[in-house]
């Protein structure tokens, strides 16, 4: 299970999608979470599956390596997905005891939710898998770069931000460790209750904890060895530099955001309208 965590983990490949500025990655996904929860009807949601799978299979990352990512997640989702279906109250009930009831709200709210989660996952996870940490920090720092002039430390949120992308697979590999010499010594993570391995898994946090306050330490240590004070003055060694396959890139993300807005303004029908009415 620690294992089928993805989220930080950089998949390398010779792909175009590798290839592309992070800026063009960064704004990509940024339009592809405003169109995740925005469309209506099911072209919509058939329209944004198709372009993320046609992204998927340039990117020559494995489909199987980024559904892997979503076994971490599968309780949030389906108590996500119960809560809103047990709790929520619509025109027609189709179920009802005590407090919990099922209605037609609740269904169409739990699957449209669902949805939204898996393909809001898989999306956001692509970028991390197709961008290094580096080239994270900068496009991040040159794309926020207009907030210098109002005195917000860019380059310092840009650098956390991909120290902790790049802390996850290093924490995740760590934890699977400490799991593995506490099961030699007999410790049991995978039978029970879904209680009682929550509590086998206590011991796991207080050397977890040490390690990664060790780690931070000595990433400390040797960016002050380097001399490292902030990102002020810095050169990089392969500046930002948009390319033709950028330029071509943008047009593409512009037009699936139109496609977007027109199936919102001319299908305002929702997953709702068409099963019960």
């Given at each position: ?74 309780i949030l ?21 005590g ?53 917000v ?10 120290i902790a ?36 898994m206590?011991p ?62 001319l ?5 709702g ?5």
């Amino acid at each position: 299970m620690i294992r089928d965590i993805t989220i930080g983990q950089y998949y390398p490949a010779q792909s175009p999608i590798h290839k592309l500025d992070p800026r063009v990655k960064l704004f990509a996904t940024l339009i592809y979470i405003i169109a995740l929860f925005s469309y209506k009807g099911i072209a919509g949601v058939l329209f944004i599956v198709a372009a993320l799978a046609a992204v998927i299979k340039i990117s020559k990352v494995p489909f199987k390596f980024m559904v892997k990512g979503l076994k971490s997640i599968i309780i949030l989702l389906l108590f996500t997905a119960c809560f809103s279906v047990f709790f929520t109250q619509g025109e027609y009930t189709i179920w009802e005891y005590g407090i919990l009831h099922i209605s037609d709200t609740g269904l169409i709210n739990a699957a449209t939710m669902m949805i939204r989660l898996v393909l809001l996952i898989i999306g956001t996870s692509l970028m991390t898998l197709t961008t290094t940490p580096n080239q994270l920090t900068d496009g991040l720092e040159k794309s926020l770069g207009f907030l210098n002039k109002i005195h917000v430390p860019v380059h310092a949120i840009a650098m956390m931000m991909s120290i902790a992308l790049r802390f996850i697979p290093i924490l995740i590999e760590e934890t699977d460790k400490i799991m593995k010499a506490q099961m030699a010594r007999g410790a049991d993570f995978e039978h029970g209750n879904i209680i009682k391995r929550a509590k086998s898994m206590v011991p796991l946090l207080v050397p977890l904890f040490v390690s990664a306050f060790r780690r931070a330490d000595d990433l400390a240590m040797a960016m002050e060895a380097r001399c490292y004070n902030g990102g002020e003055g810095r050169t990089k060694m392969k500046p930002l530099v948009y390319e033709k396959d950028d330029k071509i890139a943008y047009l593409f993300i512009f037009a699936f955001l139109a496609v977007v807005i027109v199936f919102r303004i001319l299908l305002p029908v929702n997953l709702g309208n068409l099963i019960f009415r």
